[in-house]
């Protein structure tokens, strides 16, 4: 099998591909448009520009495909089946409104009330079935739901998490009536106590299931076609990579897919130039996706929520997403205030200087009309851009209403995109404890280098890192996640007392399950890691904190102890509120375990400057940039030709196939040996 391996993110406005082979470390990227609705046709396209893929060893996928069904809605009908007097379950929440004032403002639950059946059943908390399944109810329902049109059903039984039998049996006769495996079963998708988030998270696995399970289908078939022989792969929420008869099966785990490779990517190259602490900032077509790295790791949140009412509770990184890319819009709300996002042009017909007849201004259309952004060499497909198509776009829509000249309107929705931007960047920093000051950003996607300058400057960071390619990070990301498989239980243990004989046997048990997973994935990996991870809380407390274990999956047993429990515990405990509450009695409520297959390192020097680059073969010469209110000279530079060690003084403009780099007064870069342009006050 071929030793080459590409990485394929599928964004709004681009996808982006990043080819490599482990035995010459050569590797090529590529860029093409997007095809919104019929994303695999950029897919293979992109496939197309980089050779054959019938010598590719695998195919490495992010995919945004199920963020944008749940985010537009454009999924399928889906039923579900669920205990008598459980079925208003997704529409009750927690009690949460949209809006915390007045009457107004209306949820629609994914499932609508007529698609959401019940049936005589029910299991105790403790595990005990008071009342076997109706399974004639169960195949009835089922009937009944395809009929009303249902392309994906959601079985979720109260308590189904302490005893899945009911579940079971109800599953074994749903598929008598169900002509196709998109059936999501609770205790498979989420086994672990919480009856809102297991409801919501097993009833979006099953919108998503024909979505997912079609788009995937497609994309083999076209690499059938062309007769590609190799392992094809998608990345998780979590950072990891799962087969695709995993996504098949857990499509839910797919949300926030691309962005997640972007991260996994930005930490291994701040990892590799000297910085623990990042904040990545993934500005591409339709979003600008933020999440901290401290100490070298990626943030995971136990869940997450992608609108209103749509949680999903399985592991993922921590992203924080505004509607503020290159092609979102800007406009003038009803108040008379500028506004830009969160509605996206999005790769069709994409900003106005497309020429392809959107005719309202976006973020890129600024950036053009103020010089930042080469019109005869933008990247992409496309030969050059219409800089004049996007001054008459702003000047209608912006200059205008505001009274502003067309460079006064553009300037002013970069300010207000970089306002929009700094938000979001200080929701995931200085509103959860963390200094700015300590951190870097690190900016990717087509468009984050524009707007490093204003991120440093705006937010007080102590510089900006961007990366050698940032237009294609994610693809990169992709390239070199680890295979990684995640899983729940709930426990329900107090600990003192605890039988720590038992426990031991559930965490090897568990252990074995999710390294098998990852055994089975078919990507070659140097080893397995498996962690374990407890929720604990004292007792009478509502929320838990998450404890990393000590202990290390050996021999079929794990050591575990109830002191080291404890210790574990405390530690965690202290460091979420920097107290103890001795005295209280403290319970374990679920058992978390990664198993985690590490893929062979990537090794970023493959990136460092060519020996031959010099400052005389960057130089481009100057061009005229607007910015502070006037019209500057400015020096251009070509990127990849830079050598390592060398200075850029600002103004500058740095250019690259994948995306250009902005530095402003007051900064200047600085090329690494890695070939990452460190931004840096003066």
């Known amino acids: 099998m071929s030793g080459t391996i590409v990485g394929v993110d599928v964004g709004g406005t681009f996808t982006d591909l990043f080819w490599f082979d482990a035995a010459t470390r050569g590797f090529r990227t590529a860029k093409v448009p997007s095809r919104r609705g019929d994303e695999a046709a950029g897919f293979m396209n992109g496939l197309a520009t980089l050779g054959g893929v019938e010598t590719l060893g695998a195919i490495v996928h992010g995919t945004t495909v199920g963020t944008n069904t749940l985010l537009e809605r454009r999924g399928p009908k889906i039923g579900v ?43 105790l908390a ?96 076209a690499l ?40 996994i990517a930005a930490a291994a190259i701040a990892r590799a130039a000297g910085y623990d602490n990042i904040i990545t900032c993934d500005l591409g077509g339709t979003s600008f996706d933020v999440s901290v790295v401290a100490g070298g790791k990626a943030s995971l949140a136990a ?24 092609g979102s819009i800007a406009s003038i709300d009803r108040g008379g205030l500028l506004q830009v996002g969160p509605e996206s042009a999005g790769s069709v017909p994409g900003p106005a200087c497309y020429g392809q007849g959107n005719e309202r201004p976006t973020l890129t259309d600024a950036h053009v009309v103020l010089g930042r952004i080469n019109a ?48 979001a960047i200080r929701l995931v920093s200085i509103e959860r404890g963390h200094d700015p000051v300590r951190f870097a950003a690190m900016p990717f996607g087509g468009g984050g280098a524009l707007h490093a300058g204003a991120l440093i400057r705006d ?15 994610s693809a990169l990301g992709c390239v070199i996640a680890d295979l990684r498989h995640d899983q729940v239980q709930t426990l329900n243990l107090m600990l003192d007392g605890l039988n720590t004989e038992t426990l031991d046997k559930r965490m090897a048990m568990a252990g074995d399950a999710a390294a098998s997973v990852v055994e089975t994935a078919g990507i070659a990996v140097e080893r397995i890691d498996v962690s374990f991870e407890l929720d604990m809380h004292y007792l009478g407390q509502t929320h838990t904190v998450a404890v990393p274990l000590p202990v290390i999956l050996a021999g079929g047993t794990t050591g575990i102890s109830e002191a080291v429990i404890r210790a574990a515990f405390e530690r965690a405990y202290s460091a979420a509120f ?95 040996r890695l070939g990452n342009i460190v931004v840096e006050r003066i």
């Open 376 to 423: 005869q060499r933008p990247i992409g497909k496309l030969a050059t851009l219409d800089v004049e198509a996007a001054r008459h776009a702003i000047m209608t829509h912006v200059g205008v209403p505001l009274g502003f000249d067309v460079m006064q309107a553009a300037e002013a929705i970069v300010r207000v995109a970089d306002a929009r931007m700094a938000g």
């Open 459 to 473: 937010i007080g960071l102590a510089c900006a890192v961007i990366p050698r390619f940032p237009g294609v990070t």
């Open 303 to 326: 869940q997450t929520t992608v609108d209103f009412g749509l949680v999903i509770r399985t592991p993922m990184i921590e992203i924080t997403t505004i509607g503020a890319g290159g």
């Open 224 to 263: 059938a076609e062309q007769r590609f022989a190799g392992k094809f792969h998608i990345v998780q929420s979590n950072g990891g990579v799962m087969s695709t008869a995993t996504a098949r099966r857990l499509p839910v785990r797919t949300a926030l897919s691309g962005p997640a490779a972007g991260v």
């Open 578 to 672: 920097s107290r103890l509450l001795p005295g209280i009695p403290t319970r374990i409520v679920s058992l978390r375990t990664a198993a985690i297959g590490r893929r062979p390192a990537f090794d970023l020097a493959a990136f460092a400057p060519n020996p031959d680059a010099s400052l005389g073969k960057a130089e481009r010469g100057t061009r005229k940039v607007f910015f502070g209110g006037a019209w500057h000279e400015t020096r251009v530079w070509s990127r990849l030709d830079l050598p390592a060690d060398a200075v850029i003084e600002a103004p500058a403009v740095i250019e690259q196939p994948d995306a250009t780099i902005f530095i402003e007064p007051g900064l200047r870069g600085r090329v690494d």
């Open 81 to 123: 089946i669920t205990t008598r007097g459980f079925r208003d379950v997704l529409e009750m929440r927690r009690r949460d409104r949209r809006r915390t004032w007045g009457l107004w403002g209306e949820f629609v639950p994914i499932a609508d009330r007529d698609m959401r059946l019940e049936v005589d059943e029910r299991t």
């Open 126 to 221: 403790d595990g005990t079935i008071r009342m076997a399944v109706d399974e004639t109810a169960v195949s009835a329902a089922a009937a009944m739901l395809r009929e009303r049109g249902a392309r994906a059903l959601a079985i979720i039984f109260i308590n189904a998490y302490a005893n899945p039998e009911n579940e079971r049996r109800a599953l074994d006769a749903a598929r008598a009536a169900w002509p196709d495996a998109h059936i999501s079963v609770s205790h498979q998708v989420l086994p672990e106590i919480r009856e809102f988030e297991r409801a919501s998270t097993t009833a979006i696995n099953a919108y998503l299931q024909p979505v997912v399970g079609n788009y995937l289908a497609k994309l083999e078939a």
